[in-house]
């Protein structure tokens, strides 16, 4: 079973920067399409981003489109998150998700599994 962790989380100021990580277990990670989603208090966890499996097709939500860049490096098992250009509704716990196969997940029922998630805190 693949085993999920994020990290890079943290407290920025609005239009600051931040990189996530997710680090996945596993000799199978180029075989998972992958995601983030984040849940901000009292919110419903939703989609953020998601990568192909060669890391060639990437798809974002509106709201970060431009601001966010989706990346993984499959010789390390690692997918990134760029966040740039932060605003205070971007503060939430981002999640790292994988999907088995080829198709991108961009819903809660599409995932496969999860990470335990990171918070990213964003000040006005």
């Known amino acids: 079973q693949v085993q999920l962790v994020e990290s890079g989380g943290g407290l920025v100021q609005a239009g600051g920067s931040l990189r996530l990580s997710c680090a996945a277990s596993?000799?199978?990670?180029?075989?998972?399409?992958m995601g983030w989603f984040r849940q901000a208090p009292g919110k419903e966890r939703e989609f953020v981003a998601a990568?192909?499996?060669?890391?060639?097709?990437?798809y974002y939500a509106d709201s970060v489109k431009v601001r966010f860049t989706i990346s993984r490096d499959n010789a390390k098992n690692t997918m990134y998150l760029q966040m740039s250009s932060l605003k205070p509704e971007d503060t939430a716990v981002y999640y790292c998700?994988?999907?088995?196969?080829?198709?991108?997940?961009?819903?809660?029922?599409?995932?496969?599994?999860w990470g335990q998630g990171t918070q990213v805190t964003v000040s006005s």
């Open positions: 990568i192909s499996r060669s890391g060639r097709s990437t």
């Open positions: 596993g000799r199978t990670f180029n075989s998972y399409a």
């Open positions: 998700a994988i999907r088995r196969g080829a198709t991108m997940p961009a819903s809660l029922h599409e995932v496969d599994a």
